[in-house]
C-alpha cells in the first residue's frame, strides 16, 4: 500500500471529470481525452468514487510497474474500464504503447460526419497497427495477411478495438454482372456502421481511395440498415505519405481513413542503439569460422 500511495500521491487527480453535452458535439456526453461517456461501462458513469477505486488491484500493480506517466495511467484506467481489459491484455497494450496509437489515423472524417460521429471514428482507429502476432515475413502477398489476419481472428480484432463484429473476408458484390470482392468487412457496435477495410502491401496510392469510396457506397445501398450510420472505410498500406494522403480525399464523398501497418513491433531508441546489427555480428563471428579446426577423422 506504500507504494501505491506513492504512486497516487493526490487521489482526488483521478476523480471521474465532470461531463456535459455541448452543442458542438451535437449533444454528446464525453470524458476527458475524448472518450466517449456512453463507450465506458455504467459503474464509471454514475459513480462519484475515483477511477483509483474501480480499477482491480491486479491491474494497478501492471500500470505502476509499466507506465510512469500519471495522464497516459488515467487513459489506460478509463480505457479498462470502458473494454474490461483483463490484466494480461492490460500488459499487452501497455507494450503496444495503445495510448500513442489510438485516434492517429489520417481520415476525413470530419468533413464528411456529424461531430460527436466523427470524434467516436477517429478515436476508434489507429495508427499504426501493430501485427507482431503474425509469422509473415518478406516477400509475402496481400492475400497471404489476409489469410494470416483471419486465422489470428481473436488477436486481430484485439488490435482492432473496442466494438469491432467481423462479417466476413472477400467479401462478395455482384455489381452489373461483375462480380467485386472486400478484403475485409467488420460492423462497429459503438459506431453502429459498417467498416470496409482493404489491405495493401506496401506504400499507399492515390487510387486507393477510389476504390474504397467505390465499396463504400455499395455497402451503404445494399447492406446498411435504415437507422445505421454511414459506411467506413479504413485502408491498411505499410507506408503512407501525409500530403498524399490528404490530396487523395479530394472528391472523395465517404468517410475513408489510411492507417499504415507494422508486422513486428519497433524497439525502443536506447535498446535499439545498443544492439548490434547484422552486419556487426557477422563480422564478429567470420574470424571464429576460419579458426575452428576440422575435426579428425
Given at each position: 500500500?506504500?507504494?501505491?500511495?506513492?504512486?497516487?500521491?493526490?487521489?482526488?487527480?483521478?476523480?471521474?471529470?465532470?461531463?456535459?453535452?455541448?452543442?458542438?458535439?451535437?449533444?454528446?456526453?464525453?470524458?476527458?481525452?475524448?472518450?466517449?461517456?456512453?463507450?465506458?461501462?455504467?459503474?464509471?458513469?454514475?459513480?462519484?468514487?475515483?477511477?483509483?477505486?474501480?480499477?482491480?488491484?491486479?491491474?494497478?500493480?501492471?500500470?505502476?510497474?509499466?507506465?510512469?506517466?500519471?495522464?497516459?495511467?488515467?487513459?489506460?484506467?478509463?480505457?479498462?474500464?470502458?473494454?474490461?481489459?483483463?490484466?494480461?491484455?492490460?500488459?499487452?497494450?501497455?507494450?503496444?504503447?495503445?495510448?500513442?496509437?489510438?485516434?492517429?489515423?489520417?481520415?476525413?472524417?470530419?468533413?464528411?460526419?456529424?461531430?460527436?460521429?466523427?470524434?467516436?471514428?477517429?478515436?476508434?482507429?489507429?495508427?499504426?497497427?501493430?501485427?507482431?502476432?503474425?509469422?509473415?515475413?518478406?516477400?509475402?502477398?496481400?492475400?497471404?495477411?489476409?489469410?494470416?489476419?483471419?486465422?489470428?481472428?481473436e488477436k486481430f480484432l484485439l488490435e482492432l478495438g473496442q466494438g469491432f463484429a467481423f462479417v466476413g473476408r472477400q467479401y462478395r458484390l455482384d455489381i452489373g454482372g461483375e462480380d467485386f470482392y472486400i478484403d475485409l468487412l467488420f460492423y462497429n457496435l459503438r459506431l453502429r456502421a459498417f467498416v470496409v477495410i482493404d489491405l495493401k502491401k506496401g506504400r499507399f496510392k492515390p487510387e486507393y481511395a477510389g476504390k474504397l469510396n467505390f465499396y463504400c457506397n455499395v455497402v451503404n445501398d445494399r447492406l446498411k440498415h435504415p437507422t445505421d450510420a454511414p459506411t467506413i472505410g479504413l485502408i491498411l498500406c505499410q507506408t503512407r505519405d501525409q500530403l498524399l494522403a490528404e490530396y487523395s480525399f479530394v472528391g472523395i464523398d465517404k468517410p475513408i481513413g489510411i492507417s499504415t501497418y507494422e508486422l513486428t513491433r519497433a524497439l525502443p531508441t536506447k535498446l535499439r542503439s545498443a544492439l548490434p546489427t547484422v552486419e556487426e555480428i557477422e563480422a564478429e563471428l567470420a574470424p571464429k569460422r576460419r579458426k575452428r579446426p576440422r575435426a579428425s577423422r
Open positions: 500500500m506504500i507504494a501505491f500511495q506513492r504512486a497516487y500521491p493526490r487521489p482526488s487527480d483521478f476523480s471521474p471529470p465532470a461531463v456535459a453535452k455541448s452543442a458542438a458535439s451535437g449533444g454528446a456526453v464525453r470524458l476527458a481525452g475524448g472518450v466517449p461517456a456512453r463507450a465506458v461501462q455504467a459503474p464509471l458513469a454514475r459513480t462519484h468514487d475515483s477511477l483509483l477505486w474501480l480499477v482491480p488491484w491486479a491491474h494497478h500493480v501492471t500500470l505502476m510497474e509499466k507506465v510512469k506517466d500519471l495522464p497516459t495511467r488515467r487513459w489506460y484506467m478509463e480505457q479498462t474500464l470502458a473494454n474490461g481489459w483483463s490484466r494480461n491484455v492490460l500488459g499487452l497494450l501497455i507494450e503496444a504503447r495503445a495510448h500513442a496509437r489510438q485516434g492517429k489515423v489520417v481520415s476525413n472524417f470530419a468533413a464528411l460526419l456529424p461531430a460527436a460521429q466523427s470524434d467516436l471514428a477517429q478515436q476508434s482507429l489507429k495508427d499504426p497497427y501493430v501485427f507482431d502476432f503474425l509469422t509473415l515475413t518478406e516477400p509475402f502477398q496481400e492475400r497471404e495477411l489476409e489469410t494470416e489476419l483471419v486465422r489470428h481472428l
